[in-house]
């Protein structure tokens, strides 16, 4: 878990067709006890070309939606994870899914964790464990 006392900011960056989960996952974000730059694009076609003229800046870490028009979230974590570039980019699936084999296909292609939506009480919290990784990678 992330605590308050970490100075520099997380640098977010969250893949999500629905503009309700959008809103949600930025609200969430706010309440976080550490600095973010959040920054969000709504389909994988998007998401790729972010990233792909972002390398020399490329976010601490990924929130990934799995059923995006254009490119799904499956497509680009495999494009992600095979690419030299790209490979070492913390991606966090971010899904309704609950079915654990399914999960675990993720897990399998390279996603660093995985978060279910739907829960917005406990979403703030579900993130900040998520970004805890990512800051002791930092700080070490």
Known sequence: MVHGQ????INILLADDDADERYFFEEAVKELPIATNLKMVNDGILL???LN?????LPDILFLDINMPKKNGSECLIEIKRSLTLKHLPVVMYSTTKNDEEIDVYYHYGANNFVTKGNYHTLAQDINQALGFVVLKQVH
Not at 6 to 9: K, L, P, R, V
Not at 53 to 57: A, D, I
């Open 6 to 9: 970490y100075n520099a900011s």
């Open 53 to 57: 003229g972002h390398l020399e800046c």
């Open 48 to 50: 790729m070309d972010y």
